[in-house]
C-alpha cells in the first residue's frame, strides 16, 4: 500500500524557522518531526513524499536514515489535493495521504480496517479540539458517515468540535476529482464535492493523543507532551550544559552557561547561551548565540541570529520573531493554501 506525506508546504506559522528548514524536518525532542510519523506506518508501506519548498531537506533525511522513499516533487506548490494528484503515477489502489506536521497515536492498520469496512471512498481521522476554526470541522452521524466538510469555518459555524485530524485513507476514484496542474486544496474543494457528490465519505475517531505541529504554541506543546509521555523533564543531546532546563529540549553541540534557565523551549544545534540567561517559551533555531543575563519570553529566534547581553524580551500572549536577514527567495509573505478566515 501507498502513503503519500504531505511535505510541501512552506511552514508560514513557524517563520523564521522554516525560513531555513523545511516544517518536516524540525526537531522534535531532537528528531525530525516526520520521522514520528514514519515509525507510525506499518512496515510494507512505500512512501511517497509530496514536496517542492526545501525538497532538498527531506532527500538529504531519507537518504541518511536509509528509508526508501519516492520524492514527488511538484513544480510549484500545488496545495493538499494538487500535490496528491501530482503524485498519481505512483498509486494503483487504495492509499493514504498524510499531514506532515502531526503527532498522533492513530492506529494505521485499524483505520484502514475501519475504511475497507465501511466500504468508503474517503475516510478521515478526527479529533475533537476547542479552536475549531483553526482547521477543519464535520459534521458526523452515528453510524460514521460524514454529513458535512468545512474548512476553518468561523467559530459560530462549526458544525461539531470534531476535527480533521491530517490523515486520509482513499480510494483511487478521488484522483479523478482533482483537476491536473492547478492549485488544488483538498479540504475546500474536494472533500466538500465528494460529500455534495453522496460518495460514501466516513470518519474515524480514535483514543490517546492528537497534537499538531504547525504552530509556536503547538511546537513547544507537542514537544513537553511527548517528554512527558518518555517520562522525561528535558533532553540534550551531545552538548555542555551547566544551567537548568525545564521541560526543554537541547540538540548538539551548544553551550548552556552557568545560572542559565531555560524552561518550555526547544534548542536546536550549535547555540550558545550566555551566563545568567533566561528563556522561557523559545524557540532557538541552529547557530544563534544568545547574551549573557538576556531574559526572552515567546521569542522564536531564527538560525545564525544573535541577542546580545542583558536583551530584555518579554511577550505572554504574543510572540515576537528574530530574523535580521533577508527572506529566503522564494518565500511566500503571507500563509497560502488554507489561511484562517477572520
Ligand atoms: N506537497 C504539498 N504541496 N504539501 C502541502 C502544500 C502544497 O502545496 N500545502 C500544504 N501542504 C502540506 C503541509 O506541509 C502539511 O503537512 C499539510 O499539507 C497540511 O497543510 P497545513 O498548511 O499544515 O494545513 P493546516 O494545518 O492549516 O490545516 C490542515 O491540517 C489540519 C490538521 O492539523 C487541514 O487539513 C485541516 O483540515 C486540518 O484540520
Ligand atoms: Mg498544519
Not at 517542492?52 to 496545495?79: C, D, H, T, V
Request: proline content about 5%; aromatic content about 10%.
Amino acid at each position: 500500500m501507498q502513503a503519500i506525506i504531505l511535505a510541501g508546504g512552506f511552514g508560514t506559522r513557524l517563520a523564521p524557522l522554516t525560513y531555513t528548514k523545511a516544517k518536516p524536518i524540525l526537531p522534535l525532542l531532537n528528531k525530525p518531526m516526520i520521522s514520528y510519523l514514519i515509525e507510525a506506518l506499518p512496515q510494507n508501506f512505500e512512501v511517497i513524499v509530496a514536496a517542492n519548498y526545501r525538497n532538498e531537506q527531506l532527500k538529504e533525511y531519507f537518504k541518511e536514515m536509509g528509508i526508501k522513499a519516492i520524492i514527488s516533487k511538484e513544480p510549484k506548490p500545488l496545495g493538499t489535493a494538487g500535490a496528491v494528484k501530482n503524485a498519481e503515477k505512483y498509486i494503483n489502489d487504495t492509499f493514504l495521504v498524510l499531514n506532515s506536521d502531526i503527532i498522533s497515536s492513530l492506529n494505521i492498520r485499524k483505520f484502514i480496517q475501519y475504511h475497507v469496512k465501511k466500504k468508503a471512498m474517503v475516510t478521515i481521522s478526527l479529533w475533537p479540539v476547542k479552536n475549531v476554526e483553526e482547521y477543519g470541522v464535520v459534521d458526523l452521524q452515528s453510524d460514521g458517515r460524514i454529513r458535512k466538510f468545512v474548512e476553518k469555518p468561523p467559530r459560530h459555524e462549526a458544525p461539531s468540535n470534531l476535527i480533521n485530524a491530517g490523515a486520509y485513507c482513499l480510494e483511487t476514484e478521488v484522483l479523478d476529482y482533482i483537476e491536473p496542474n492547478r492549485f488544488v486544496s483538498m479540504e475546500m474543494e474536494i472533500f466538500p464535492k465528494i460529500i455534495e457528490d453522496g460518495k460514501p465519505f466516513y470518519g474515524y475517531t480514535f483514543d490517546g493523543y492528537w497534537i499538531d505541529v504547525g504552530r509556536y504554541s503547538s511546537y513547544i506543546e507537542a514537544s513537553k507532551i511527548l517528554l512527558k509521555k518518555r517520562g522525561i523533564k528535558y533532553l540534550v543531546g551531545d552538548s555542555k550544559v551547566e544551567g537548568i532546563l525545564k521541560e526543554s529540549t537541547v540538540g548538539n553541540n551548544c553551550i548552556i552557561e552557568k545560572n542559565v534557565i531555560v524552561k518550555s523551549s526547544i534548542i536546536y544545534d550549535k547555540c550558545i547561551i550566555g551566563e545568567n540567561a533566561y528563556l522561557e517559551n523559545c524557540i532557538v533555531a541552529d547557530n544563534c548565540r544568545i547574551g549573557k543575563n538576556a531574559k526572552l519570553k515567546n521569542v522564536v529566534i531564527g538560525e545564525g541570529e544573535k541577542i546580545g547581553d542583558n536583551v530584555v524580551i518579554e511577550n505572554d500572549e504574543t510572540w515576537e520573531t528574530i530574523w535580521n536577514k533577508p527572506l529566503p527567495e522564494g518565500y511566500p509573505d503571507k500563509q497560502i493554501g488554507n489561511p484562517i478566515k477572520r
